[in-house]
């Protein structure tokens, strides 16, 4: 098998996350108990060795997490975007930080059912081809890239976001390439013509130009697939994720809980101090966390909050937030202060 390396995408604003992600890069947005970014780079240990993240809103979170949670595990580079003119001009960031061979590209801010691993072999399973891309079937393509394909499974054509799908085959957003640099020089051909499409750089263009230039480009399944683009999509994700984990030891390792009930599944950070609460299920707090008084079920919770006297259901909370009160519904950006009488 060919060498690998990964590159993931991570310097979007994460707008339809605001206002979490006014302090906090998307990739690092807490879900089932780590950020975004840790599940992705979970599943490319054994994969790959080496890891270019394409940084850009709050690199240095993402750096410094990269380096702290996973520099034992991946040689990372770290590529700059400084303009963020769309995924594909995103990918060419990383030209000269990624090792020649061949290419996982993999987006910050979604995670994947199936095993990066299993990717490369579907890749392996489809040559001789230039490209896999992940694909999922549907039922509204319009607000993704779609994949036509021909009889024989080749891809014939792809469109980004077109009103008038030809296909109900969406771009799941992983890509498996043979060279890395097939694809740079594809997205840096669409740059040199000023191809753009909604006024930026498409990586669905780049492909297109790909197989339009005649490289053989191929798919496979991509059956579950979690996008974590907005708060409600979020607290999906991490229902999922926690009903998929496997059953944590109660109590949690770390925690100070103290006439606390905790209801599976729910992912409990380290010096989480819990007393007179029932926790769960469907619950994810982070580090440092302090809930008192308090029943809390289907949330989220970054680090350093504190939660008192509420019922709390169908949040999400950023890091160093402060509820008192009383029950709410609600998504909360970083520091802020809430009493609720």
């Given amino acids: 098998m060919a060498r690998y390396s990964a590159l993931v995408p991570a310097a979007g604003t994460g707008t339809r996350l605001r206002p979490i992600t006014f302090t906090r890069p998307k990739p690092l947005v807490y879900v089932a108990g780590k950020p975004i970014l840790g599940h992705i780079l979970d599943h490319l240990v054994g994969v790959v060795e080496e890891v270019t993240v394409v940084v850009g809103h709050h690199a240095d979170k993402v750096t410094a997490y990269c380096e702290r949670a996973y520099g034992d595990r991946f040689t990372f580079h770290f590529a700059h975007q400084r303009e963020l003119l769309g995924l594909g001009h995103a990918v060419l960031a990383g ?5 020649p061979g061949g290419l996982i590209v993999t987006l910050g801010d979604e995670i994947f059912g199936v095993p990066y691993q299993r990717m490369l072999e579907a890749h392996e399973a489809n040559s001789p081809c230039a490209a896999s891309v992940g694909i999922k079937r549907v039922p509204d393509p319009r607000n993704y890239g779609v994949v036509e394909l021909a009889a024989d499974g080749r891809v014939l054509d792809l469109v980004e976001k077109p009103e008038t799908p ?34 930026e750089y498409q990586l669905t263009d780049a492909l297109r130009h790909m197989v339009r230039g005649g490289a053989v480009m191929r798919t496979f399944p991509i059956d579950t697939w979690y996008d974590c683009g907005r708060p409600d999509m979020l607290l999906d994700v991490n ?25 599976a599944p729910v992912a409990i950070e380290g010096r989480c101090r819990i007393q007179r609460s029932v926790v769960g299920p469907h619950v994810s707090i982070g580090d440092g966390t302090r809930v008192e008084g308090s029943v809390i079920s289907d949330c989220i919770v970054g680090e350093g909050c504190e939660v008192a006297d509420v019922v709390l259901r169908g949040s999400v909370l950023a890091d160093r937030v402060v509820v008192r009160g009383r029950s709410q519904r609600m998504t909360v950006g970083e520091q802020t202060h809430m009493t609720m009488e």
């Fill in 95 to 99: 030209r000269g930080h990624v090792p």
């Fill in 239 to 263: 229902r999922r994720l926690l009903d998929a984990a496997p059953p944590a030891s109660l109590p949690v390792a770390g925690a100070a809980l103290e006439e606390a009930v905790l209801v």
């Fill in 166 to 199: 030809r296909s109900e085959h969406a771009l799941a957003g992983v890509y498996v390439f043979e060279r890395a640099d097939d694809i740079f020089e594809a997205v840096d051909a669409l740059i040199k013509a000023d191809t753009r499409t909604r006024g």
